[in-house]
């Protein structure tokens, strides 16, 4: 077989393909309740009622989406230039660690404002420099970035576990690994009283629309887009590739970090070592399905935090395990990147 | 001083760094046979992880512990076959698509294993494979313990490595499959089908990850858990790397990393173990790693063509 591009492929093949995949998805999705002796029709119910059927589920469902458009958007930004940031789940752990530095140091008197634009800033700093190693060590040595931001991710759960059981332990944690925990008046603010959804959700829309601003508008989204299409041609054509990729690591890193920053403030309020459940790998499949759009992110980050949270809600009713979904999720990712070659090629015999 | 002089001259240590070795060395031979075709497979984690439950859960269900071993082979040949459909005819990303089978193959062991067992709070036993002493040779002293006195997957390991070098550098098939990795162009025009030798060398490469991950629970534990792979697999991404895509220095490279992880293990129980927080040494393997990428970097022969999809009548 070959594949053989179509020049203007059709709006019915641009969307009939990826629809396609959501489709097939769906029909996993009932053949894995099946296997599990469930009515594929109950289960999926279960899981659209658990992410959306109540007031409370869906706002849960928005808590869940909230660090997944941060590292969602890190993805996004970083796989655009062919960086392959794998590390979102460090540099997320890094922003939670600092957010707790400074939010249970006497920083916190500072009014709400000031203190959460702090802690926010110091956290993408963080973020930033986390990722600033492994492309640095792309850039100058050409170590792959795959492997090192991989292996930070492992480091950085170590440091955490040491800082839980030693200088960030808290006193009166009983033996919990946890830190202490921010004081009310230090943490992200609601967005509405007495509804439990924080301003980091309406950050992250922020920062998905400032991150659709530079793509779009900016010189730098238009080196990052050349530098991903085709390094070689973008540095004939005299960008500055490295500085590029510098540029979009610092990005990525610090959107990545703004998930710790996010989930610490808004919603635990400390730091302990299951604050994200793999939400940097997550991260790649929200990307992915959003087509690395940064405004698809939000959409995909509440699509998939609704398969998440709509899981567990049904395997609490159903006898159908909870990792349903991060299998669904790893189906989508593949048949989506399939489906949207399937929508520019055409597979012809020989 | 006398003390880590005492771990380094201890059988026990070489035998474990051998040990610790021994899955490394099954999933980086495989991941050294799809790379050389020139292809990037980071479904390796998640292989490990499918292999080692499929191969604990054939023979949790009854079978012998080979037919164990061949369970996990296939399983992990079948999500190999699910990354060469969708990285080779349809060349689509190999860092998407890998992460894409690692997040599948990870996710599908732990769907399968909550549904078979679903309340267990400790996880069940087997009997696994048990140290094999090769006479005469296992009494030498040090060397005995360390090399010949371990498990028969160890011995397999081994023998894999040996096996692959021969087959990538003296035989017409390893030559070919170097040749769709370095020039893919060049190889269809000498009449080679490049899609089936870089399918085939992902398929069987994946296998053997597959193996690899087995040896975790059909040899080295007798259960299994989750995050028991525990980054393994990228571990072995760098050992390729590390080894030049060469399979002797790669296997090298593995026994290094074990024993250093097996050095550090031991370190924790010295004096300096009261000092330093457990988790700094724990993190000295990875760092390792990283600190052998960047010292191997400048001297890598990276296959010319990984990563580089080969579409038929693309100029």
């Given at each position: 077989?070959r594949?053989?591009?179509?020049?203007?492929?059709s709006?019915?093949?641009?969307?009939?393909?990826?629809?396609?995949?959501?489709?097939?998805?769906?029909?996993?999705?009932?053949?894995?309740?099946?296997?599990?002796?469930?009515?594929?029709?109950?289960?999926?119910g279960?899981?659209?009622?658990?992410?959306?059927?109540?007031?409370?589920?869906?706002l849960?469902?928005?808590?869940?989406?909230?660090p997944?458009?941060?590292?969602?958007l890190?993805?996004?930004?970083?796989?655009?230039?062919?960086?392959?940031?794998?590390?979102?789940?460090?540099?997320?752990?890094?922003?939670?660690?600092?957010?707790v530095v400074?939010?249970?140091?006497?920083?916190?008197?500072?009014?709400t404002?000031?203190?959460?634009?702090?802690?926010?800033?110091?956290?993408?700093?963080?973020?930033?420099?986390?990722?600033?190693?492994p492309?640095?060590?792309?850039?100058?040595?050409?170590?792959?970035?795959?492997?090192?931001?991989?292996l930070?991710?492992?480091?950085?759960?170590?440091?955490?576990?040491?800082?839980?059981?030693?200088?960030?332990?808290?006193?009166?944690?009983?033996?919990?690994?946890?830190?202490?925990?921010?004081?009310?008046?230090?943490?992200?603010?609601?967005?509405?009283?007495?509804?439990?959804?924080?301003?980091?959700?309406?950050?992250?829309?922020?920062?998905?629309?400032?991150?659709w601003?530079?793509?779009?508008?900016?010189?730098?989204?238009?080196?990052?887009?050349a530098?991903?299409?085709?390094?070689?041609?973008?540095?004939?054509?005299?960008?500055?590739?490295?500085?590029?990729?510098?540029?979009?690591?610092?990005?990525?890193?610090?959107?990545?970090?703004?998930?710790?920053?996010?989930?610490?403030?808004?919603?635990?309020?400390h730091?302990?070592?299951?604050?994200?459940?793999?939400?940097?790998?997550?991260?790649?499949?929200?990307?992915?399905?959003?087509?690395?759009h940064?405004?698809?992110?939000?959409?995909?980050a509440v699509?998939?935090?609704?398969?998440?949270?709509?899981s567990?809600?049904?395997?609490?009713?159903?006898d159908?395990?909870?990792?349903?979904?991060?299998?669904?999720?790893?189906?989508?990712?593949?048949?989506?990147?399939?489906?949207?070659?399937?929508?520019?090629?055409?597979?012809?015999r020989g | 001083?006398?003390?880590?002089?005492?771990?380094?001259?201890s059988?026990?240590f070489?035998?474990?760094?051998?040990?610790?070795?021994?899955?490394?060395?099954?999933?980086?031979?495989?991941?050294?046979?799809?790379?050389?075709?020139?292809?990037?497979?980071?479904?390796?984690?998640?292989?490990?992880?499918?292999?080692?439950?499929?191969g604990?859960?054939?023979?949790y269900?009854?079978?012998?512990?080979?037919?164990?071993?061949?369970?996990?082979?296939?399983?992990?040949m079948?999500?190999?076959?699910?990354?060469a459909?969708?990285?080779?005819?349809?060349?689509?990303?190999?860092h998407?698509?890998?992460?894409?089978?690692?997040?599948?193959?990870?996710?599908?062991?732990?769907?399968?294993?909550?549904?078979?067992l679903?309340?267990?709070?400790?996880?069940?036993k087997?009997?696994?494979?048990?140290?094999?002493?090769?006479?005469?040779?296992?009494?030498?002293?040090i060397?005995?313990?360390a090399?010949?006195?371990?498990?028969?997957?160890?011995?397999?390991?081994f023998?894999?490595?040996?096996?692959?070098?021969?087959?990538?550098?003296?035989?017409?098939?390893?030559?070919a499959?170097?040749?769709?990795?370095?020039?893919?162009?060049?190889?269809?025009?000498?009449?080679?089908?490049?899609?089936?030798?870089?399918?085939?060398?992902v398929?069987v490469?994946?296998?053997?990850?597959?193996?690899?991950?087995?040896?975790?629970?059909?040899?080295?534990?007798?259960?299994?858990?989750?995050?028991?792979?525990?980054?393994?697999?990228?571990?072995?991404?760098?050992?390729v790397?590390?080894?030049?895509?060469q399979?002797?220095?790669?296997?090298?490279?593995?026994?290094?990393?074990?024993?250093?992880?097996?050095f550090?293990?031991?370190?924790?129980?010295?004096?300096?173990?009261?000092?330093?927080?457990?988790?700094?040494?724990?993190?000295?393997?990875?760092?390792?790693?990283?600190?052998?990428l960047?010292a191997m970097?400048?001297?890598?022969?990276?296959?010319?063509?990984?990563?580089?999809?080969?579409?038929?009548g693309?100029?």
């Amino acid at each position: 077989m070959r594949l053989e591009p179509i020049a203007h492929p059709s709006l019915a093949r641009r969307l009939g393909f990826p629809a396609a995949a959501l489709g097939l998805t769906v029909v996993v999705a009932s053949l894995l309740a099946l296997i599990a002796g469930a009515n594929p029709f109950a289960t999926l119910g279960l899981i659209l009622k658990g992410a959306a059927g109540s007031k409370f589920a869906l706002l849960e469902t928005l808590n869940r989406a909230t660090p997944l458009i941060f590292t969602g958007l890190a993805v996004a930004v970083a796989f655009r230039a062919k960086l392959w940031n794998i590390g979102a789940e460090a540099q997320l752990y890094g922003g939670a660690i600092i957010t707790v530095v400074v939010g249970t140091s006497a920083l916190a008197a500072l009014p709400t404002l000031p203190l959460q634009f702090l802690m926010g800033f110091s956290a993408a700093l963080i973020g930033a420099l986390i990722l600033l190693g492994p492309v640095l060590l792309k850039t100058r040595f050409g170590v792959d970035e795959v492997v090192t931001t991989l292996l930070l991710n492992f480091i950085m759960l170590l440091f955490v576990s040491y800082l839980l059981e030693g200088p960030m332990k808290d006193p009166m944690g009983m033996g919990w690994p946890k830190s202490e925990a921010l004081d009310r008046s230090a943490r992200l603010p609601r967005i509405v009283d007495g509804l439990r959804l924080h301003w980091g959700f309406a950050l992250g829309i922020i920062c998905a629309f400032a991150v659709w601003i530079i793509q779009t508008r900016t010189t730098l989204g238009y080196e990052i887009r050349a530098v991903g299409l085709n390094i070689r041609a973008a540095r004939f054509a005299g960008i500055p590739v490295n500085a590029v990729l510098v540029k979009t690591a610092l990005l990525s890193g610090g959107l990545a970090a703004l998930a710790g920053f996010s989930e610490v403030s808004g919603l635990k309020g400390h730091l302990s070592l299951d604050l994200s459940p793999g939400f940097g790998y997550t991260g790649i499949i929200v990307a992915m399905l959003a087509l690395l759009h940064p405004l698809g992110v939000v959409v995909s980050a509440v699509f998939v935090a609704g398969v998440f949270v709509g899981s567990d809600s049904m395997s609490r009713a159903a006898d159908v395990p909870t990792y349903i979904a991060d299998m669904l999720m790893a189906i989508a990712l593949l048949f989506m990147v399939l489906a949207i070659l399937l929508s520019r090629v055409r597979v012809v015999r020989g | 001083m006398m003390e880590v002089l005492d771990i380094l001259l201890s059988a026990s240590f070489w035998a474990a760094a051998v040990r610790i070795a021994s899955p490394l060395i099954f999933a980086t031979m495989g991941e050294i046979i799809c790379e050389r075709a020139g292809v990037l497979n980071l479904g390796i984690e998640g292989i490990m992880v499918i292999g080692a439950f499929a191969g604990w859960m054939a023979v949790y269900q009854g079978a012998p512990l080979w037919s164990g071993v061949a369970v996990a082979m296939l399983a992990g040949m079948l999500f190999g076959l699910l990354h060469a459909t969708l990285t080779v005819p349809f060349g689509l990303s190999q860092h998407v698509v890998g992460l894409g089978v690692t997040l599948l193959a990870t996710s599908t062991s732990y769907y399968a294993y909550r549904l078979i067992l679903p309340e267990v709070s400790s996880p069940p036993k087997i009997e696994p494979f048990q140290p094999f002493e090769i006479p005469i040779l296992a009494d030498i002293p040090i060397i005995g313990e360390a090399l010949f006195a371990q498990t028969p997957l160890t011995y397999a390991a081994f023998g894999l490595a040996a096996l692959v070098a021969f087959a990538l550098y003296r035989t017409p098939l390893g030559l070919a499959l170097r040749s769709v990795g370095e020039n893919p162009a060049a190889a269809e025009a000498q009449g080679l089908s490049v899609t089936g030798l870089r399918m085939g060398a992902v398929i069987v490469g994946s296998g053997f990850m597959a193996v690899g991950g087995s040896f975790l629970t059909l040899s080295a534990f007798s259960s299994f858990f989750f995050e028991m792979v525990n980054g393994r697999g990228w571990i072995c991404i760098a050992l390729v790397v590390f080894g030049m895509w060469q399979p002797g220095k790669a296997v090298l490279g593995a026994l290094l990393y074990a024993a250093f992880d097996a050095f550090q293990i031991r370190l924790q129980q010295l004096p300096i173990g009261n000092v330093v927080p457990y988790q700094f040494f724990l993190m000295m393997p990875y760092i390792l790693s990283i600190a052998a990428l960047i010292a191997m970097s400048r001297r890598a022969e990276v296959p010319a063509a990984l990563m580089v999809p080969f579409n038929r009548g693309d100029r």
